[in-house]
Nanobody, 115 residues
């Protein structure tokens, strides 16, 4: 059974940093792409960052220059380093991995940014 487990969320003041981790049971060597979405209350799920097997990354305009996505294939783990956090970054952050055109999702980790 495929598992994705996010961790690293929490409460942080504006301007602070958090590092999210997504540990997967999928070998990232076989994944086409992986990344992070987020969903705030009353809002649609939005893409935050993705990284392909080849290492190409893509970011939402709202997080460019502040967030960095990375992966450790040996650990089957995807990371999201979040700096200069803003209250509008408050959301549940969900990790996904796409392999053979099938997407797998984690349960999410809450990030709350206070003023």
């Amino acid at each position: 059974q495929v598992q994705l487990v996010e961790s690293g969320g929490g409460l942080v003041q504006a301007g602070g940093s958090l590092r999210l981790s997504c540990a997967t049971s999928i070998s990232l060597y076989s994944a086409n792409a992986m990344g992070w979405y987020r969903q705030a209350p009353g809002k649609q799920r939005e893409l935050v960052a993705t990284i392909t097997r080849g290492g190409n990354s893509n970011y939402a305009d709202s997080v460019k220059g502040r967030f960095t996505i990375s992966r450790d294939n040996a650990k089957n783990t995807v990371y999201l380093q979040m700096n200069s956090l803003k209250p509008e970054d408050t959301a549940v952050y969900l990790c996904y991995v796409r392999r053979y055109e099938i997407e797998y999702w984690g349960q999410g980790t809450q990030v709350t940014v206070s003023l």
